[in-house]
């Protein structure tokens, strides 16, 4: 953490030199708006809507954890040169907040997707996150913190910005948040091209509708099946779960972790999977691909790859993924 909050000054402080000495480059030579995002579905969300009225781009390289991606000098020159900077929200970016802070360009319209969205609010343990050995450890590194001399001239927001938040940041698993988040993109596009609103209006209602059409299909097969519980590598699908009235159990936890899961901690799940009949055990990402491997092959059931969509999923579009993650999950329960 300490290591990650140093470099993340470091390349802050660095990043004013970097911008004062560059040009604004004019934004309007192609007569498009200029729109960069964090994460894939954002990324698309703003295509559709924007359609051949936008230049959209990802500052975080496909494929990139959103959580511990470090941006570079040449991300906020990017940023600068904007129009609109959507990002999720919810610390799904933990090192966004120093970044807000270095866009000198106050005409960029910067947009948090998830305001308006209805949250996930966590619990303790699904805050941390953790195995209980991840949250041992997690506590002894907070009691620490509070005795070390560098942490006490750590400022509050700076200790946030390192932070895991207290709310789940996978809006985007949900069709229904993800409107909202599109609809974030599209209020942001007319406030800067009013000329063009129908235009982005018309685009929103048709990913509006297709959301919905794909969810009222998956709502009507999820309401008439019995099981409803399902084992994933990774806890990223409860806003999915609270669409269909379904219950994810999970290895790892909302922010993932690194390393074996305790004895006690993999017996436990492997219980539940025995006494729910799990047959399936889905995993979204290589971090735990062993270790759903590992519970499969005790429990006797099989491994299914599931998307957590952050990046895009194999050629698939955004629509395409989640289709895919619900036709697999109903699959598994029916």
Not at 31 to 45: D, H, N, Q, Y
Not at 134 to 149: F, R
Not at 151 to 156: I, K
Not at 304 to 324: H, P, V
Request: proline share 3%; glycine share 6%.
């Amino acid at each position: 953490m300490k290591k990650k909050l140093i470099a993340t000054v470091m390349i802050v402080l660095g990043l004013v030199t970097t911008i004062g000495c560059s040009t604004k480059e004019n934004n309007n030579e192609t007569g498009k708006l200029r729109v960069g995002v964090t994460i894939s579905p954002l990324k698309e969300f703003a295509e559709i809507i924007g359609g051949d009225k936008v230049e959209v781009f990802s500052i975080i390289p496909q494929n990139s954890d959103p959580h511990s991606f470090e941006p570079k000098p040449k991300d906020l020159a990017s940023l600068n040169n904007s129009d609109i900077f959507v990002y999720n929200g919810l610390k799904m970016e933990s090192w966004i907040d120093p970044i807000l802070k270095q866009i000198e360009n106050k005409d960029v319209e910067i947009v948090n997707s998830s305001n308006g969205v209805d949250i996930i609010e966590l619990s303790q343990d699904e805050h941390a996150g953790e195995t209980a050995e991840e949250h041992a450890k997690h506590e002894e590194e907070e009691h620490a913190k509070h005795e070390e001399e560098e942490h006490a001239n750590e400022t509050a927001e700076e200790h946030a910005g390192h932070d895991h938040g207290t709310q789940d940041p996978h809006i985007w698993l949900s069709l229904k948040q993800a409107t909202k988040q599109a609809e974030n993109i599209k209020n942001s596009l007319v406030l800067k091209d009013e000329a063009n609103k129908d235009y982005y209006e018309e685009n929103f209602q048709k990913l509006k509708k297709d959301f919905n059409d794909t969810y009222e299909e998956y709502a009507e097969k999820f309401k008439n099946i019995s099981n409803k519980n399902f084992v994933t590598g990774h806890a990223a699908f409860a806003y999915l779960c609270r669409d269909f009235g379904l219950t994810q159990n999970s290895l790892i936890g909302i922010y993932g972790g690194e390393g074996e899961i305790p004895p006690g901690d993999f017996k436990e799940i492997l219980d539940y999977c025995k006494e729910n009949n799990i047959k399936t055990i889905f995993s979204e990402s290589a971090a735990s691909s062993s270790q759903s491997e590992a519970l499969a092959r005790d429990a006797g059931a099989k491994v299914e790859k599931i998307y957590s969509l952050e990046t895009k999923a194999d050629k698939m579009s955004y629509l395409e993924g989640t289709r895919y993650n619900y036709e697999k999950i109903y699959e598994a329960l029916k």
